[in-house]
């Protein structure tokens, strides 16, 4: 009986890639779940463009929010390591400043028109906002 261990990759690029090559693997056992390959051992080139690639993909792909700033910091590092200038990421104010967006638009689509805000369009503003800083709240681990 063959003793040797079976090791899992996918094809990238033409090329078997183990999950040590991505920048996240979502289970180790199922390729599918490995996303953005960022090392193609001696081939250089490809390596470039493959983390350039990771760069500029990195916002669409679907990676749980928990990863994701040790995914970025991964990626940020071999462009470092390359001479490839990214600048730091701050994963922390990423969905706060995109609900507050949110409020303030509603907001001032309320406040511009005030004879058509009734309480209830302004309870129901109010309740949305309550509802996205809980879900925040929940994605940060603070509820």
Not at 17 to 35: H, I, M, N
Not at 42 to 71: M, Q, S, Y
Not at 109 to 133: F, N, Q, V, W
Request: overall charge neutral; hydrophobic content about 45%.
């Amino acid at each position: 009986m063959d003793k040797r261990k079976y090791v899992k990759t996918k094809r990238v690029d033409g090329v078997d890639l183990s999950a040590s090559a991505f920048a996240f693997v979502g289970d180790a056992e199922d390729p599918s779940t490995w996303k953005l390959p960022i090392c193609f051992r001696a081939d250089e080139r490809r390596t470039r463009n493959h983390i350039k690639n990771a760069l500029a993909r990195f916002d669409a792909v679907k990676i749980p929010a928990t990863a994701r700033p040790g995914v970025w910091s991964l990626i940020r590092g071999a462009c470092i390591a390359l001479g490839i200038d990214v600048p730091h990421k701050d994963f922390a104010t990423e969905p706060i400043e995109k609900a507050q967006a949110k409020v303030e638009a509603k907001a001032q689509e309320l406040s511009e028109d005030k004879s058509a805000a009734t309480e209830a369009e302004i309870a129901e503003a109010i309740a949305a906002a309550d509802l996205l800083s809980e879900k925040l709240l929940r994605k940060l681990g603070m509820e």
